[in-house]
């Protein structure tokens, strides 16, 4: 048989072996067991809403930060747990202090349970939720593809190394978004998450003061906004004040996002670095001038998201707590 046949074949039975694995979520998995999960895990987070403005961005944060580490599987709701062995997610750098909704998610759970007992796992009612934030908040709705079952670990060390961070350069951003599978246009899209939510000044102030030790700000700030931020983060003022990741429409999911980061407006140094590079600039002004094509783009990058390593069909479980092993 010819090299090329066989390298063929290969690459069918590899594309084949993918669809095959991602082929047991499904947007119908509950449509017998619980078909009201979505509209359940709607109502809590608008109930959230009423009291909490930022409640849907922290949601779908926690999707992400979920998905790149091990996969899709709920790893980090666990606890510390001595007895389990569970060494938490939730203390890892890109998670302490920061990560937050979980209490939501335990009232979504709740609510999920007196409903279906012991049917949805914690992994999906992440992504149920973080599919219902964004709808929510005006941007689009797409059916979740649904099936994961929840790992029984979790993975401090990876989620470490594995989460991108707000003061990464754009390559090691990237090589992290294609260690589990995802491209630039992925990283662009998802990135269009901050278009609501908010960040806590010590995650940006050094842009404000001192950047890369030089000292100084960072210079591709747009100086007005400098101004701004630095009235919300003064130097030696309290480093967990707030300030909203788009100045334009916080709380609205669109593309303003992205028109901020072409005036020089993206809070974090992770986003301007979406500008940083003609290739992905080309992205970000796609996305700005078409606000049907990045909704098109995040949904489709948010099923791609939500596809990292599921476990499915008998691995794992479904936790009756989300914040404990069964």
């Excluded at 608008?46 to 949601?59: E, F, P, T, V, Y």
């Amino acid at each position: 048989m010819a090299p090329s046949t066989l390298a063929f074949i290969f690459v069918l039975l590899s594309t084949y072996s993918y669809y095959e694995s991602n082929a047991q979520l499904s947007a119908n998995f509950y449509s017998s067991t619980c078909p009201n999960v979505s509209s359940i895990v709607q109502n809590v987070i608008q109930q959230a809403l009423q009291s909490d403005a930022r409640i849907g961005a922290s949601l779908i944060r926690l999707h992400f930060h979920d998905c790149f580490v091990n996969g899709c599987d709920g790893s980090l709701l666990l606890d510390n747990n001595a007895t389990t062995n569970i060494v938490s997610e939730k203390d890892a750098a890109p998670n302490a202090n920061s990560t937050r909704g979980f209490d939501v998610v335990d009232n979504i759970k709740t609510a999920v349970e007196s409903s279906c007992p012991g049917v949805v796992s914690c992994a999906d009612i992440l992504a149920l939720a973080a599919e219902s934030s964004v709808s929510l908040a005006g941007g689009p709705s797409w059916n979740v593809l649904l099936g994961r079952r929840d790992r029984r670990t979790a993975n401090q060390a990876g989620a470490n190394t594995s989460i991108p961070s707000s003061t990464e350069g754009l390559s090691n951003i990237t090589a992290k978004f294609s260690a589990v599978g995802l491209n630039v246009t992925d990283l662009v899209a998802l990135s269009g998450a901050h278009t609501f939510g908010r960040a806590q000044c010590r995650i940006f102030s050094a842009r404000l003061y001192n950047f890369n030790g030089t000292g100084n700000p960072d210079p591709t700030l747009n100086t007005t906004y400098l101004a701004n931020l630095r009235q919300i983060c003064p130097q030696n003022g309290s480093a967990t004040a707030l300030a909203n990741l788009d100045p334009t429409t916080s709380n609205s999911f669109d593309n303003n996002y992205y028109t901020n980061l072409q005036n020089n407006q993206g809070l974090l140094q992770s986003d301007q670095e979406l500008t940083s590079t003609p290739t992905v600039s080309s992205i970000v002004n796609t996305f700005s001038s078409n606000q049907n094509t990045f909704f098109q783009s995040f949904v489709q990058s948010m099923i791609n998201m939500g596809n990292i390593s599921p476990l499915t069909g008998t691995n794992g479980e479904i936790r009756s707590d989300c914040k404990r092993v069964n």
